[in-house]
Nanobody, 123 residues
Framework: QVQLVEFGGGLVQAGGSLRLSCRASERTFDTYHAGWFREAPGKGRVLIAGIHRWSSGLTYYRNSVKGRFTISRDNAKNTVYLQMDSLKPEDTAIYFC???????????????WGQGTQVTVSS
């Protein structure tokens, strides 16, 4: 099974930035679509960004992060990134990297998951 590991979570002040990284065990991200989910208290796990396995220009963003977060991919390094700018306290959550077999815009198609990394944004 594909193994995914996230890096880069931490504590940041509101208005600040963080960059999350997700490294896959194999050439995952030229075979599968990549995405980032987050799970906040009482909110459930939601897809916040996705990127096509072949075209880095084909991306999806949840409305609440659009214009602030940027997903990118480096297939040579088997790595996907999430650049998070203008962070808000409501962005506080556990963030998960995931891989999809068929549709980077559809949360129900993601089947491989990282362990999660905590992001906390203070006021």
């Amino acid at each position: 099974q594909v193994q995914l590991v996230e890096f880069g979570g931490g504590l940041v002040q509101a208005g600040g930035s963080l960059r999350l990284s997700c490294r896959a065990s194999e050439r995952t991200f030229d075979t599968y679509h990549a995405g980032w989910f987050r799970e906040a208290p009482g909110k459930g796990r939601v897809l916040i960004a996705g990127i096509h396995r072949w075209s880095s220009g084909l991306t999806y963003y949840r409305n609440s992060v659009k214009g602030r977060f940027t997903i990118s991919r480096d297939n040579a390094k088997n790595t996907v990134y999430l650049q998070m700018d203008s962070l808000k306290p409501e962005d506080t959550a556990i963030y998960f990297c995931a891989a999809s077999t068929s549709d980077y815009t559809n949360a129900n198609t993601y089947r491989y998951w990282g362990q999660g990394t905590q992001v906390t944004v203070s006021s």
